[in-house]
């Protein structure tokens, strides 16, 4: 059974960059693709992107600039990278499986504060 | 503001049927399938319903849902004290190339 796991600071200093890493186990990361969704505190999801195992990468366009998702298959590992933080990029992040979305991780609370 | 548009509350009693309402356009829930996930208070979203109307194993046949041109639906009938939860559905958008959720649900079983 696929299990994800979202790890990475929990606190970010705001202009810096959130960097984030989901650890794919119990199956390849060489099949599906594989998203990233954030939840600010007491709000809705969000996605912000996704990467499929040969590096292709899809990004939400109010993020794009600040986005960068990469993937690792000798660790099963992908990662998110989230550029310039402030305040309003506090939230939890997931990442998940596939366009179904249908294993995610526990989610990793970042926030954003100096 | 969430480009798929949920009523930001439901209710019901137990053992009672409730309907939760998500309405698009034709870029997304218009040409694209629609999924529905369960938030419980403290925990990651669960995949409820993908493709319209299909359950993943494991979820009871109390959850159903359906589509019709821009806008979908996710029915609970015997209503739980259990189903007391953040709902949301999601669909791919053709127009921002990007998937995009409905601002959820939150329903109460009283």
């Known amino acids: 059974q696929v299990q994800l796991q979202e790890s990475g600071p929990g606190l970010v200093k705001p202009s810096e960059t959130l960097s984030l890493t989901c650890t794919v186990s119990?199956?390849?990361?060489?099949?599906?693709?594989w998203n990233w969704i954030r939840q600010p505190p007491g709000k809705g999801l969000e996605w912000i992107g996704y990467?499929?195992?040969?590096?292709?990468?899809k990004y939400n366009p109010s993020l794009k600039s600040r986005v960068t998702i990469s993937v690792d298959t000798s660790k099963n590992q992908f990662s998110l990278k989230l550029s310039s933080v402030s305040a309003a990029d506090t939230a939890v992040y997931y990442c998940?499986?596939?366009?179904?979305?249908?294993?995610w991780g526990q989610g990793t609370t970042v926030t954003v504060s100096s | 503001q969430s480009v798929l548009t949920q009523p930001p509350s439901a209710s019901g009693t137990p053992g009672q049927r409730v309907a939760i309402s998500c309405s698009g356009s034709?870029?997304?829930?218009?040409?694209?399938?629609v999924h529905w996930y369960q938030q419980l208070p403290g925990t990651a979203p669960k995949l409820l319903i993908y493709?319209?109307?299909q359950r993943p194993s494991g979820v009871p046949d109390r959850f159903s849902g359906s589509k019709s041109g821009t806008s979908a639906s996710l029915a609970i009938s015997g209503l739980q004290s259990e189903d007391e939860a953040n709902y949301y559905c999601?669909?791919?958008?053709?127009?921002?190339?990007?998937?995009?959720f409905g601002g959820g649900t939150k329903l109460t079983v009283l």
């Open positions: 998940a499986r596939g366009g179904g979305m249908d294993v």
């Open positions: 119990g199956g390849s990361i060489r099949s599906y693709y």
């Open positions: 990467i499929y195992y040969s590096g292709s990468t």
């Open positions: 034709n870029s997304n829930i218009g040409s694209n399938t």
């Open positions: 493709t319209n109307n």
């Open positions: 999601a669909a791919w958008d053709d127009s921002l190339n990007g998937w995009v």
